[in-house]
């Protein structure tokens, strides 16, 4: 129900209303979630209120382009962040998540053991959608795992037990330069069913009909703040990597802009 909730929701959102009830709809829209418009189009000129979720940045964010910097790869708020403890990690309040469970094949069966660091990021409705490379990397597969699409807001994370690996989700495996590796989770939610990659379109979320599906690459690399794909509305972003790959420099509840320098690259 909440897929079929979240397509609906969707298809309306794609609507091209007529042009003076569409400035209406979007202006309503920013002032209702006090949305900051200073790095985008002004609201009358999104044509469909999904346009106005995806908006794109009329200009590049600066951020530290040292090779050592790791910075965030999107808006949102870090609502944890830690190391797994018997392959667990906390999703917000002392609520977990299992990691096995979350990543599924994209860890071979000799990462399956390790305790992982992780960054939870919540992107609100008001924040920018889309979503970036956090430093130089190799993705070396996605993984689609079809699923529910609860909302991934605080209140329902405190009602629904290891929400995240419950929901629809697509997992990046990525290689940074040191050889260590990388997950970036990219989790649905309810009315963000939809989400896009740029450098595959074969993942296709909040399918009527979604199997599990893994995709393989052999030469793709993504470049520090080369965009990934976006999200059609708000929802999260985990980042978990093998211990020691990157030294996290940020706290539970900061408010994050994409190219926020969040740790070191070790």
Request: glycine letters at 8%; hydrophobic letters at 40%.
């Amino acid at each position: 129900m909440r897929g079929l909730i979240s397509r609906i929701f969707g298809f309306v959102a794609a609507v091209k209303f007529p042009r003076f009830v569409q400035t209406f709809i979007n202006e309503k829209y920013v002032s209702g979630f006090k949305i900051d418009m200073s790095e985008f189009k002004q609201p009358k000129e999104y044509e469909s209120l999904t346009a106005l979720f995806t908006r794109e940045l009329q200009r590049p964010r600066n951020f530290d382009v040292s090779p050592q910097a790791f910075i965030s790869p999107s808006d949102g708020t870090c609502l944890e962040l830690g190391v797994s403890k018997e392959l667990k990690a906390i999703s917000v309040k002392g609520h977990e998540y299992g990691i096995a469970e979350l990543l599924g094949d994209s860890m071979d069966r000799s990462e399956r053991d390790a305790e992982l660091e992780y960054v939870n990021i919540y992107l609100s409705p008001r924040d920018y959608h889309r979503y970036h490379a956090p430093c130089d990397m190799r993705i070396l597969s996605a993984l689609y795992v079809p699923g529910e699409l609860y909302s991934v807001a605080v209140s329902a994370l405190l009602k629904v037990p290891n929400l995240y690996a419950k929901n629809e989700r697509v997992v990046l495996k990525c290689k940074l330069a040191s050889g260590k590796k990388m997950w970036l989770v990219f989790v649905g939610a309810l009315n963000v069913g939809k989400m896009k990659f740029d450098f595959d379109a074969r993942i296709q979320t909040n399918a009527c009909a979604g199997n599990v599906a893994l995709y393989e690459y052999e030469n793709l690399s993504a470049k520090k703040g080369e965009q990934l794909g976006m999200f059609e509305l708000g929802s999260t972003i985990l980042i978990l990597s093998e211990q020691g790959a990157v030294k996290f420099d940020l706290t539970a509840e900061q408010k994050l802009k994409y190219g926020d320098k969040i740790g070191t690259i070790n």
